[in-house]
Nanobody
């Protein structure tokens, strides 16, 4: 069993930056690929980024490529999402998730999900 708790969300002006963190419980964190997803009001959940269990492979949604960076620290059982050049359309609840592979994460086929943290970008 893995529990995921996100933090770092908040209100930021367009063009600003935020770093989200997702802390995992349990000793199996390093076995899982991790991902970030977001859901805006009235919209479906959207894949944002994923990173492999060892941190060597990452993939991003086209909408965030070049602006967001996913990373992980297996010793701290934490995955991060550095978000730069934020836009109002990035406003959403951001959640992290754990899956078997990055391909499974990209398909939303994840074993564990966090509750999410709100990110609001003002224009």
């Amino acid at each position: 069993q893995v529990q995921l708790v996100e933090s770092g969300g908040g209100l930021v002006q367009a063009g600003g930056s935020l770093r989200l963190s997702c802390a995992a419980s349990g000793r199996t964190f390093s076995r899982y690929a991790m991902g970030w997803f977001r859901q805006a009001p009235g919209k479906e959940r959207e894949f944002v980024a994923t990173i492999s269990s060892g941190g060597t492979i990452s993939n991003y949604a086209d909408s965030v490529k070049g602006r967001f960076t996913i990373s992980r620290d297996n010793a701290k059982a934490t995955v991060y999402l550095q978000m730069n050049s934020l836009k109002p359309e990035d406003t959403a609840v951001y959640s992290c998730a754990a899956g078997g592979t990055t391909q499974e994460v990209m398909r939303h086929d994840c074993n564990y999900w966090g509750q999410g943290t709100q990110v609001t970008v003002s224009s």
